[in-house]
């Protein structure tokens, strides 16, 4: 499956975007779905995660509260609602696609990625 990451910009500190992961080849709705980012020189990190069929999902610490991960496998589509922006969560945001059905939250159970999307907070 080949994912298209969207939806990125440049916003204020408080403001909110919504990224969108669409993808193509293949039915979203046989895998597990998640977001990560990576800031310039640090490490990718996991931001979200959300397991077929949408019951379950996963926050990273720093974005709980602030970030939502949801999916309309009708529009074969996963979004990611990020509210409250703060300058830190300024990062190449990520869509990846499991095979696990569950909630993966490291990048290695992850098969298939998108090309990532900026996303940039002004303090």
């Known amino acids: 499956v080949q994912l298209q990451a969207s939806g990125g910009g440049l916003v204020q500190a408080g403001d909110s975007l919504r990224l969108s992961c669409t993808a193509s080849g293949g039915s979203l709705s046989r895998y597990g779905m998640g977001w990560f980012r990576q800031a310039p020189g640090k490490e990718r990190e996991f931001v979200s995660s959300?397991?077929?069929?949408?019951?379950?999902?996963a926050y990273a610490d720093s974005v709980k509260g602030r970030f939502t991960i949801s999916r309309d496998d009708a529009k074969n589509t996963v979004y990611l609602q990020m509210n409250s922006l703060k300058h830190e969560d300024t990062s190449v945001y990520y869509c990846?696609?499991?095979?696990?059905?569950?909630?993966?939250?490291?990048?290695?159970?992850?098969?298939?990625w998108g090309q990532g999307t900026q996303v940039t907070v002004s303090s």
């Open positions: 959300i397991n077929v069929g949408g019951e379950a999902t």
């Open positions: 990846a696609a499991s095979y696990f059905a569950g909630w993966a939250t490291k990048g290695y159970e992850y098969d298939s």
